[in-house]
């Protein structure tokens, strides 16, 4: 059966810095090269004949160091509807600024309220709807038994990608940390 391996960017310039990033382009740190690099190692071994990015370079330039590995992936896929959440007014703000201007508590609203967003932005339920077109297409194509899929995507991306596989809570959503450097692996 075909399988699913998703994983999330390196951390870039705005993640360190405590930066809203949302869809605004920035660089992978140092740090996150390395960390691209261990999730290549980490699935080196795994058979991956197709991947999917967003066209954000933080994305792309992680599947890079995946597929460095993958010689016999031949076909990568751009998909905005994996792209990262977009942060509206906020992106390039740090989070200590929007805090400074608009509080703690609309803070965690904006960052990880369910159905709360900024001006101009996305909330997590907006994000939702495009992930889950993105997945009943991916549900639907019919790959042959041994397809993998590499999926090279962002947070808020990944929360929904997994909520909607794991079939779990909105506040089980909400509450995860995505690691940089793991990745999650689904059977279709």
């Known amino acids: ?62 599947l890079k160091e995946v597929l460095v590995y993958h010689s016999e992936c031949q076909k990568t896929l751009i998909d905005n509807r994996i792209t990262e959440r977009s942060y509206g007014i ?7 600024e929007a805090i400074d201007k608009y509080g703690q508590a609309q ?28 997945i009943a297409d991916l549900l639907s194509d019919n790959y042959p038994i041994n397809t993998g899929i590499a999926i090279s995507a962002h947070g808020n991306s990944i929360r929904i990608f997994r909520k909607i596989m794991e079939n779990t809570t909105i506040e089980d959503c909400v509450s995860w940390q995505i690691p940089y450097d793991q990745f999650f692996e689904y059977k279709i």
């Open 90 to 96: 906020l992106e390039g703000h740090s989070h200590q």
């Open 1 to 62: 059966m075909p399988t699913i391996y998703l994983f999330r960017h390196g951390q870039t310039e705005y993640n360190r810095d405590k930066m809203f990033t949302g869809q605004s382009e920035s660089k992978l740190t140092a740090e996150g090269v390395i960390q691209a690099k261990n999730l290549g190692l980490l699935l080196k071994d795994k058979h991956i004949t197709i991947s999917y990015t967003s066209s954000l370079a933080r994305a792309q330039d992680t």
């Open 107 to 134: 803070f965690n609203q904006w960052h990880r309220g369910w159905t709360d967003k900024v001006e101009g932005g996305e909330s997590l339920a907006d994000v939702e709807v495009r992930v889950s077109t993105f």
